[in-house]
């Protein structure tokens, strides 16, 4: 069963930072693609970036790219995302997830397993 746990949110003002992290257990995450998604009040769930396990490969949605950064700990099996000068717009839930096909999608349909969910808020 796989599980992934994220935590790290919280409020910030604007121009600040935040670093994420998304615990993964229960399988080997090797052949994985992860990804971070968000999803503010009334909106869709949006994709923010995605890292292939093997090998570390990124991609970033636009309005984060430079701004965000994703990255893996093989040896924790932990996914972070270190988020700075952050934004009002920023704010939602941000959720990890996992894709077992190794895809490198952006769409959440291409995620087979999801975490829980970690709020950050950024004030003006």
């Known amino acids: 069963q796989v599980q992934l746990v994220e935590s790290g949110g919280g409020l910030v003002q604007a121009g600040g930072s935040l670093r994420l992290s998304c615990a993964a257990s229960?399988?080997?995450?090797?052949?994985?693609?992860m990804g971070w998604f968000r999803q503010a009040p009334g909106k869709e769930r949006e994709f923010v970036a995605t890292?292939?396990?093997?090998?570390?490969?990124?991609y970033y949605a636009d309005s984060v790219k430079g701004r965000f950064t994703i990255s893996r700990d093989s040896a924790k099996n932990t996914v972070y995302l270190q988020m700075n000068s952050l934004k009002p717009e920023d704010t939602a839930v941000y959720y990890c997830?996992?894709?077992?096909?190794?895809?490198?999608?952006?769409?959440?349909?291409?995620?087979?397993?999801w975490g829980q969910g970690t709020q950050v808020t950024v004030s003006s």
């Open positions: 997830a996992a894709d077992r096909t190794v895809g490198f999608g952006t769409i959440p349909q291409r995620y087979d397993y």
């Open positions: 229960g399988r080997t995450f090797s052949s994985y693609a």
């Open positions: 890292i292939r396990w093997s090998g570390g490969s990124t």
